[in-house]
């Protein structure tokens, strides 16, 4: 093939590849949530990512949107920001999974910022909660976030649950169904505190250790017993030698 043919397939694959980055790019610059998936009724953290400013603005304050059906967050403190915790009244009282009575929720979660974040810096945000019994549902936290110069409202949902065609989507999860109870891990606790106490039938873990030590123990007494008595008959012969 000529060299000049191949100067042009060159030149057209490196174009293609800087398109398909420069397509790629909008999508990775979004404000994006992590994990992706979690359990129904499990405890996760939730970490909002926020990579960029506004249009070269550095941003000033984040407002995180919690969904009705998350009634409680515990956010995670940033050193570079304030923290604001904005409670809403229930219409009606709720149960929450602990059987008490809840009748008022965590609307929002404010970090705003004492040092902005310059923009070509990221910065995340994080929220633990437990996880409400609502499988096969998509979670969305609508953020908003706030520039020295404009903002930017991370906050369209998708009707199809699928966000790459919004130009801000809402940062959001996918709730997967409970986990069996032995999943997390109780039931292998349970039988490993089980075994450390119950080591044998009818024996202590102290006396396993003794007897399973038994024999080589015996063997040592008796070995250390006939070196002593050696030893002695040996001084013995030197002091009647001498």
Same mark, same amino acid.
């Given at each position: 093939?000529?060299?000049?043919? !191949?100067? %042009?397939?060159?030149?057209?694959?490196?174009?293609?590849? +800087?398109?398909?980055?420069?397509?790629?790019?909008?999508?990775?610059?979004?404000?994006?949530?992590?994990?992706? /998936?979690?359990?129904?009724?499990?405890?996760? $953290?939730?970490?909002?990512? +926020?990579?960029?400013?506004?249009?070269?603005? =550095?941003?000033?304050?984040?407002?995180?949107?919690?969904?009705?059906?998350?009634?409680?967050?515990?956010?995670?403190?940033?050193?570079?920001? *304030? !923290?604001?915790? %904005?409670?809403?009244?229930?219409?009606?009282?709720? /149960?929450?999974? #602990?059987?008490?009575?809840?009748? @008022?929720?965590?609307?929002?979660? +404010?970090?705003?910022?004492?040092? =902005?974040?310059?923009?070509?810096? %990221?910065?995340? &945000?994080?929220?633990? &909660?437990?996880?409400?019994? $609502?499988?096969?549902?998509?979670?969305? &936290?609508?953020? $908003?976030?706030?520039?020295?110069?404009?903002?930017?409202?991370? $906050?369209?949902?998708?009707?199809?649950?699928?966000?790459?065609?919004?130009? #801000?989507?809402?940062?959001? &999860?996918?709730?997967?169904?409970? @986990?069996?109870?032995?999943?997390?891990?109780?039931?292998? /606790?349970?039988? /490993? *505190?089980?075994?450390?106490?119950?080591?044998? @039938?009818?024996?202590?873990?102290?006396?396993?250790?003794? @007897?399973?030590?038994?024999?080589?123990?015996?063997?040592?007494?008796? !070995?250390?017993?006939?070196?002593? !008595?050696?030893?002695?008959?040996?001084?013995?012969?030197?002091?009647?030698?001498?």
């Amino acid at each position: 093939m000529p060299i000049r043919t !191949l100067a %042009r397939l060159g030149a057209l694959t490196t174009a293609t590849a +800087v398109l398909g980055l420069a397509v790629a790019a909008p999508a990775g610059a979004h404000v994006s949530a992590t994990p992706s /998936t979690a359990a129904a009724g499990s405890y996760t $953290v939730l970490t909002m990512s +926020v990579p960029h400013g506004c249009d070269g603005s =550095p941003t000033t304050k984040i407002e995180i949107q919690v969904p009705e059906s998350v009634l409680s967050v515990t956010p995670t403190r940033n050193p570079y920001y *304030d !923290l604001e915790k %904005r409670i809403e009244e229930l219409d009606e009282p709720l /149960t929450d999974a #602990h059987g008490n009575e809840v009748t @008022e929720r965590v609307a929002s979660v +404010v970090y705003t910022a004492t040092t =902005p974040l310059p923009e070509g810096q %990221r910065d995340t &945000f994080e929220l633990s &909660f437990q996880v409400p019994d $609502v499988p096969g549902e998509t979670l969305a &936290f609508p953020t $908003v976030q706030t520039c020295r110069q404009g903002r930017a409202d991370w $906050v369209q949902l998708s009707e199809n649950g699928d966000g790459e065609e919004l130009e #801000h989507p809402a940062p959001s &999860f996918e709730v997967l169904p409970a @986990e069996d109870d032995g999943s997390h891990g109780s039931d292998a /606790t349970d039988a /490993t *505190d089980a075994a450390a106490e119950e080591p044998g @039938e009818g024996t202590t873990a102290e006396a396993a250790r003794v @007897e399973g030590s038994g024999p080589l123990s015996w063997a040592g007494l008796v !070995l250390g017993g006939l070196g002593l !008595l050696a030893g002695g008959t040996a001084l013995a012969r030197s002091r009647s030698t001498s």
